[in-house]
């Protein structure tokens, strides 16, 4: 009986094999790297992929998951960087086979039978398919894009062969130029200067910038000593930055999980264009609504403010950093989804903590010159006469970085 169920199953995929009219050319092994927190993506791959390749006699296809695997998440940035795949054309998933056809998300069928035709395995030495796009129920997505590792990349509706891409590809490659493998290592060096300027602006955040003052001549008019102060003031900006990155930190395993890094470096850059402009706009229009701490923290914030122990004043820190987040959010999202995209997970480690040194620096600086009680109650005259032009000059930056970071980085 069980020789019967395996000639019965064996005959099913003969014929399914059969079905094709055409020769399936002798591909080996297909890497398939994928996200198990995606619904849609396992469902894909389950129900249509994993059984199509079967059907097409891929005899090894292995699935690894680079997100719970961070080897995998290794290896599949090495995979992509040595195959000379731009972080533009990865996909929420990736399949990889033999190192010769790649696959970047939900790929249609028909373009699959097309590459693996016998007859087309010589149209290409290498080839990549993008198609990002999640739909559900009936709905197709509009169109795909295919690359030849030559010129730019081409896209064609969702329903058109990618044969048509072949034959001119053919026609055109030796006049075609071969774009440079940028290395992420190349992708780590050529981000540094974007992320200290980043964190450094990032840095100039009003809502930490007045609560330190604040604090610092609360803690001279009850007569603290200048020893106390400076005490108090390290612990409080340590405070601010472990917060901060703790929030990176959750912020850039949500991005991995989420694994479209590209589409969180566009969402925080549009933030970053609309808090400039709120910015902008507060300047002509004073009731313009700004992102600023909470209503209902400042009494917590006040309590922790009048204990002045180092215990509370390590909270209150904490405090603000996590509640000044909303005000400047925006581009520690866009500059997180740049480092997923661009950069390995132990190099955006690194990132993230540079970041944060140059995210705090303002408020360093601000404090060796606000710990003598003159300067501080100078500054806090000026931060209060000064606040609109304040707010106008940090919004055009914001909306100057916003447009920098859609240009020439996502």
């Known amino acids: 009986m069980r020789k019967l169920i395996y000639l019965f199953l064996f005959l099913i995929m003969v014929s399914s094999i059969s079905a094709y009219d055409f020769t399936i050319a002798d591909y080996d092994t297909a890497t398939i790297y994928h996200n198990s927190a995606c619904g849609s993506c396992t469902h894909y791959l389950e129900m249509d992929l994993v059984p199509l ?144 300027v980043t964190g450094f602006f990032d840095g100039f955040n009003p809502c930490a910038f007045g609560v330190l003052l604040f604090f610092v001549a609360f803690l001279f008019t009850i007569k603290r000593t200048k020893k106390d102060i400076v005490k108090t003031g390290i612990i409080y900006i340590a405070s601010i930055y472990i917060a901060y990155f703790l929030i990176g930190l959750g912020l850039l395993r949500a991005i991995v999980v989420f694994s479209d890094a590209h589409f969180m470096a566009k969402l925080g850059a549009y933030l970053i264009i609309v808090l400039g402009v709120l910015n902008i706009a507060s300047y002509f229009i004073p009731k313009v609504p700004l992102p600023k701490i909470p209503k209902f923290v400042v009494p917590t914030i006040k309590k922790y403010m009048y204990a002045t122990t180092l215990p509370t004043i390590f909270i209150l820190g904490f405090l603000v950093g996590l509640c000044t987040f909303p005000c400047s959010g925006g581009v520690y999202v866009a500059i997180l989804g740049l480092l997923a995209a661009n950069t390995t997970y132990s190099q955006g480690l690194l990132y993230l903590v540079l970041y944060n040194i140059m995210f705090v620096l303002p408020l360093i600086i601000l404090f060796m010159f606000a710990s003598n009680k003159k300067v501080t109650d100078k500054m806090q005259k000026y931060e209060m006469s000064k606040k609109k032009e304040i707010k106008l000059i940090s919004g055009v930056l914001m909306f100057a970085l916003g447009i920098a970071i859609l240009i020439w980085f996502v």
């Open 53 to 196: 390749l079967k059907n097409l006699g891929i005899k090894n296809i292995v699935m690894k998951d680079y997100v719970n695997d961070q080897d995998n998440r290794e290896e599949l940035i090495q995979r992509s960087d040595d195959l000379g795949v731009p972080p533009k054309l990865q996909g929420h998933f990736s399949i990889i086979i033999d190192d010769k056809i790649i696959l970047q998300g939900h790929v249609p069928e028909h373009i699959i039978l097309d590459l693996l035709n016998e007859d087309n395995q010589d149209k290409f030495n290498k080839i990549l398919v993008y198609q990002d796009e999640m739909v559900h129920g009936d709905e197709t997505p509009k169109s795909y894009k295919v690359w030849g590792f030559k010129g730019e990349p081409k896209e064609y509706p969702y329903e058109e062969s990618v044969l048509q891409y072949l034959d001119w590809f053919n026609e055109n490659k030796d006049n075609l130029k071969a774009p440079e493998n940028k290395k992420y290592e190349d992708n780590f060096f050529s981000l540094l200067p974007l992320v200290l």
